[in-house]
């Protein structure tokens, strides 16, 4: 038994710390995870309207290879599970919307590869 524990032990501390517990987020979007591979431009979030309507953007670039495409996927799949629908996808523009906002991730350089992700108010 208490080889049983310690082979446990042993295989949790080898494994564990590769696991991540907690996702990151979008500075300046309260649910918008971050998607792994992605990071966000520093000093570079645009902001401005009040609680009834306004507007949010920022920049995301890629730290390891990736396409929009792999980007896109992603938030197609996780964003519903934030309450997002899909509203539009082209090749280089993604939108949802939730409630009275929409939520567009667009494609601003293919190379080097920049994204802007914004949220702006239906009003």
Do not use: C
């Not at 280089?92 to 590869?113: K, T, V």
């Amino acid at each position: 038994m208490k080889r049983f524990l310690y082979l446990m032990v042993l295989f949790l501390s080898l494994f564990l710390p590769k696991v991540t517990f907690a996702t990151d987020f979008i500075d300046g979007f309260e649910d918008v995870p971050l998607m792994h591979g992605l990071k966000q431009q520093e000093n570079q979030n645009f902001s401005f309207g009040n609680e009834e309507s306004g507007y949010t953007e920022a920049l995301l670039y890629p730290v390891k290879k990736m396409t929009f495409e792999d980007i896109g996927l992603f938030y197609i799949d996780v964003l519903p599970k934030f309450g997002w629908l899909l509203l539009s996808q082209k090749n280089d523009y993604i939108s949802f919307i939730r409630d009275n906002d929409i939520l567009e991730i667009s494609r601003q350089s293919a190379r080097p590869l920049k994204i802007s992700v914004s949220i702006k108010s239906k009003n």
